[in-house]
Structures are given as structure tokens and as C-alpha cells.
């Protein structure tokens, strides 16, 4: 049988983070979040972790390579066995091609595109306080989102894509992320 994966797409701040650690508590999959990999890295001054924070600084993406890899690790681990939601991954037409190269072991079950109005990202972003979320870098997080990470949506329309308003109580829109995802996780 193959690890079925489920895709959390949308912009910085959209609430994929905190949505996909309340489902896969609820459906007991793995969370696979690149960018808590990435800031694991940065924080344990790994030499991954030297490169990523230069780049992450500047408000780029980690080139594919160095993220293809470290997910490929963390989907052999144990809690992964049952499936998992990346939260982050692909964010790039490349990477989902790499995604895609990993072989019959992974299947793509749906793609959650969170959608949020631009002004609810931007506090949201400056509320959760991380020291890499300045005007500046949340401003440069946008423009590399709509012009690398939009074009998935279309590459996905075909994987069960489900669309998911991001903009009100975590609550309410868990409430509606279960009712829509969990025809494909039973």
C-alpha cells in the first residue's frame, strides 16, 4: 500500500501550520513541515541550517535539493508509516516534480489550498512574532508565493483539490476542513 499524502497549500500565515497539527492529531498522520525542518536547522546551527538562514534572511526558498532531501528522510520515520500532510512542500513546479520522482510509494490523496485575504496574512504573520517576519520579508514571501507556489494549483486541479476559506476562527475553519477533507483520509 502506498503513504498517503495530503498537501496543505496557501500563502505565509494562511493557518497550514496550525490546521494540519490539529488534523493529524485527529487522523493520526504525520505533520511534515518543511519550514519547522528548515528553522530545526537554523536553530541547531547545522550546516544546513547556516546555508538556510542566509537565504531564509533575504526572504527566498531553499533551493529544492536541500528540501527534497530532508523530506525524503523524514517520510521514513516511524510516525510517518500511516501517511502525512506537508505543510510547505512543494511550494515549486520542481518540486512537485521531485515529489512525483519518489516513486509508486506515495500517493497524493487531496491538495488543501487555504485562501486568506492579504490583509488577515499580514497580521496574522506580524502577531506570531518570528524574528524573520518583518515588513520587508513578509512583502518578499508573497511575491515569491503568487509567482513560484500559485502555478501547483493548477498542476493539482486533477489530485482531489479542495478549496478551504482561511480567513475566520481556528475553529470554524477546522470544522470545515474535517467535513471536507475526511472523505479522503477514511
Do not use: C, W
Not at 8 to 23: H, V
Not at 72 to 92: K, Y
Not at 109 to 133: H, N, P, T, Y
Amino acid at each position: 500500500m502506498s503513504q498517503r499524502l495530503i498537501i496543505f497549500l496557501g500563502p505565509p500565515g494562511a493557518g497550514k501550520g496550525t490546521q494540519a497539527e490539529r488534523y493529524t492529531k485527529y487522523k493520526l498522520l504525520a505533520h511534515i513541515s518543511t519550514g519547522v525542518m528548515l528553522r530545526n536547522h537554523v536553530e541547531n546551527k547545522t550546516q544546513l541550517g547556516v546555508i538556510a538562514k542566509e537565504i531564509l534572511d533575504r526572504g527566498d526558498l531553499v533551493p529544492d535539493n536541500l528540501v527534497i532531501s530532508m523530506l525524503q528522510e523524514r517520510l521514513n520515520e516511524e510516525d510517518a508509516s500511516n501517511g502525512a500532510i506537508l505543510d510547505g512542500f512543494p511550494r515549486t513546479i520542481p518540486q512537485a516534480q521531485s515529489l512525483d520522482g519518489l516513486g509508486g510509494k506515495f500517493e497524493i490523496v487531496a491538495v488543501v489550498v487555504f485562501e486568506v485575504d492579504q490583509e488577515v496574512l499580514i497580521q496574522r504573520m506580524i502577531d506570531r512574532g518570528r524574528s524573520d517576519d518583518n515588513e520587508n520579508t513578509i512583502e518578499q514571501r508573497f511575491e515569491v508565493y503568487k509567482k513560484e507556489t500559485d502555478p501547483l494549483i493548477n498542476l493539482y486541479k486533477d489530485k482531489n483539490l479542495i478549496y478551504l476559506n482561511g480567513d475566520g476562527e481556528e475553529e470554524e475553519i477546522f470544522n470545515e476542513l474535517r467535513k471536507k477533507l475526511d472523505p479522503f483520509t477514511e
